[in-house]
């Protein structure tokens, strides 16, 4: 069983920055991309970056090319989103996925079969 639990949201300024972490237990995360999407109300989930299995390349939505940053620490578990330079655009609910081991990294939430609860983010003008 696999468990993906997210945390590190909260109410920023514009322009700050957050880190948010995604801890994951009753599997391994190492052989698989992990990616991370986000949702506000009334919009679709969408993808926001993924990093591949060997941590050695990442992709990104263009709306976060440049203030974000995903990493992973497989000895730990965990992968990690760095967020700079926010804007109100960047507020949802941000969610981290299991992916495949498989393939390259997918831009798709149907490429995605574990999901965390989610972690709120709020980013005030």
């Known amino acids: 069983q696999v468990q993906l639990v997210e945390s590190g949201g909260g109410l920023v300024q514009k322009g700050g920055s957050l880190r948010l972490s995604c801890a994951a237990s009753g599997r391994t995360i190492s052989t698989y991309h992990m990616g991370w999407f986000r949702q506000a109300p009334g919009k679709e989930r969408q993808f926001v970056a993924v990093?591949?299995?060997?941590?050695?390349?990442?992709f990104y939505a263009e709306s976060v090319k440049g203030r974000f940053t995903i990493s992973r620490d497989n000895d730990k578990n965990t992968v990690y989103l760095q967020m700079n330079s926010l804007k109100p655009e960047d507020t949802a609910v941000y969610y981290c996925?299991?992916?495949?081991?498989?393939?390259?990294?997918?831009?798709?939430?149907?490429?995605?079969?574990?999901w965390g609860q989610g972690t709120q983010v709020t980013v005030s003008s």
């Open positions: 996925a299991l992916g495949k081991y498989y393939g390259l990294p997918s831009f798709s939430n149907q490429e995605y079969d574990y």
């Open positions: 990093i591949r299995r060997s941590g050695v390349t990442a």
